[in-house]
């Protein structure tokens, strides 16, 4: 029997560059859940866009090779009739959208293949049900938050039934129940013979899942391998990988369910040392509604100066609109906002929001020209620190999702901002990205920036924040420390926080230690 995919040979050029995006694949797939993973840039995406042909029809370029899949030549076939087997998500699902109601939009596809009016509402509503985004179903696309846009995005190719389903970047905007709810819909799909390709940097949520690992790097795709094996080979493994390395673990843990602690007890408690932070408040909120439908209602919360303050919570919950209203993009409906006199940088969802120029050195010269500073040398080093020097000179809009990501954060945070707003900043990032914004942040802070960024991202929030605000109900706690809020049973606990009860450790340092100590405490 032929495979799913079959790609023999094959090398493919984007117009006007010098280097191959891909060259010399060679990949069979014949089904399951096959996780894509690499470094941003390396040429996922291309991949991903060979499968239903955008690669190279909609592109254009150069290409060579063969290129099958279920059963159709690529290279021959356009990509409308490629889609009829072929869903197909991008990484930018707000870009995706072409109805302005999130019922319409998920059936535009059945509309075009003239699904009859009574099958096309039964597959809807079962695809909504399944995505969890039933109440969603008479929003209109502006109104939604970007992960509630990414559930929409991947219903509108599920409704398809597609006999492959390519997903990139799926996860980037999701809470933990979007995540939960794709991932076993996934599972879902495999059993009845869909198979599922999905390229993802949160490999922690996917490795336990997928069939197996295909990587990608450099414009190479390695044969696809066991999810153990390729993960430990990643330079930017997730976060239970590292800990095995560690703890010289071996085949390392991809899912926390499956560890056995030393004494087989979880609940141990690690000491907390809260972070220095000024007591001098940058911002303040008080009594704040603002929002969709008030979608916050009677905020009052403070940032300090030097102060990193993570913002956790489902898709829609509000920390869109929090930013929003610190940044003074939309107003109080009532209440009083504060901000202390200074420059407020603020990176949206989107980045390709803020990149018009013709380079992102270009980008990032006119913020400080705005700033009136100088290109210096801690400049460079930022630039450095975010992984955007080796691209400085390049049109930010042939660039992958990821390295626009960087470009913007570079342009908006450079120039020792006085505030400074992320949204969803690790959306495309690599771990090497990821790191790198980490530290970015830190030296922010330590320069005297109070510093907010929104995430669903749980380890990066474990590795930058001071504090963590969660949001839920139109109201913004403050659920203190990582160690608190991060651990134990709490709603957003990382997958090794875990590990242990709340007050614990979160970070793959602290938990190895604790482990560490307690294996000697059990020996002696």
Request: aromatic share 2%.
């Amino acid at each position: 029997m032929a495979p799913l995919v079959d790609i023999a040979g094959l090398r493919y050029q984007y117009p006007q560059q010098a280097q191959a995006a891909l060259d010399g694949v060679q990949l069979r797939l014949d089904g399951g859940l096959v996780a894509v993973a690499g470094p941003s840039g390396g040429g996922k995406s291309t991949l991903l866009r060979l499968l239903n042909g955008l690669v190279p029809h909609m592109h254009g370029g150069r290409i060579s090779g063969r290129a099958v899949v279920d059963g159709r030549d690529v290279l021959r076939t356009p990509p409308r009739r490629m889609a009829t087997s072929v869903g197909f998500v991008f990484q930018d699902a707000e870009r995706q959208a072409v109805h302005t109601t999130v019922e319409r939009d998920i059936a535009f596809g059945l509309e075009n293949l003239g699904v009859p009016a009574v099958e096309m509402h039964v597959r809807v509503d079962d695809i909504m049900d399944r995505l969890r985004i039933t109440p969603l179903r008479d929003r209109t696309m502006a109104t939604l938050s970007g992960g509630e846009r990414q559930r929409v995005a991947v219903a509108g190719a599920l409704v398809l039934r597609p006999r492959l389903l390519v997903l990139d970047e799926p996860l980037s905007q999701l809470d933990s129940g979007g995540v939960d709810a794709l991932l076993e819909l996934c599972g879902e799909l495999r059993s009845a013979g869909t198979a599922v390709v999905l390229s993802e940097h949160r490999l922690d949520a996917v490795l336990p899942s997928a069939d197996s690992l295909v990587m990608v790097g450099k414009g190479r795709v390695q044969r696809p391998c066991s999810p153990a094996l390729g993960a430990d080979s990643l330079d930017s493994a997730p976060q239970l990988v590292r800990l095995s390395r560690a703890m010289g673990w071996s085949p390392p843990l991809l899912d926390a369910v499956t560890m056995r602690l030393p004494d087989g007890d979880a609940a141990v408690e690690a000491p907390v040392i809260p972070a220095p932070v000024s007591s001098e408040v940058v911002w303040h909120l008080d009594d704040v509604s603002t929002g969709f439908q008030d979608l916050l209602g009677g905020v009052s919360v403070c940032g300090r100066k030097g102060e990193v303050i993570v913002v956790m919570g489902d898709n829609g919950a509000g920390k869109t609109t929090l930013l929003r209203v610190l940044a003074g993009l939309i107003p109080a409906r009532s209440g009083t906002v504060w901000r202390r006199q200074g420059r407020i940088a603020y990176l949206p969802q989107n980045p390709a929001a803020l990149l018009h120029r013709q380079t992102v050195a270009a980008e990032l010269d006119s913020t400080l020209r705005r700033g009136r500073h100088p290109a210096d040398g801690a400049h460079r080093a930022f630039m450095d620190l975010l992984g955007v020097t080796a691209i400085a000179g390049c049109d930010p809009r042939d660039l992958s999702s990821g390295q626009r990501q960087r470009a913007a954060i570079a342009a908006v945070l450079c120039g020792a901002p006085e505030i400074a707003l992320l949204d969803e900043p690790t959306r495309g990032m690599d771990g090497a990205a990821r790191d790198g914004l980490a530290a970015a942040v830190r030296n922010l802070a330590a320069a005297g920036a109070s510093v907010v960024v929104a995430t669903h991202d749980s380890d990066l929030a474990a590795s930058i924040a001071d504090r963590v605000f969660i949001i839920a109900d139109g109201q913004v706690r403050d659920a203190g420390s990582p160690a608190h809020a991060l651990s134990g049973r709490q709603r957003f606990a990382s997958q090794l926080g875990r590990l242990f009860a709340s007050p614990g450790p979160v970070t793959v340092e602290a938990v190895a230690a604790a482990l560490r100590a307690r294996a000697g405490t059990a020996c002696a």
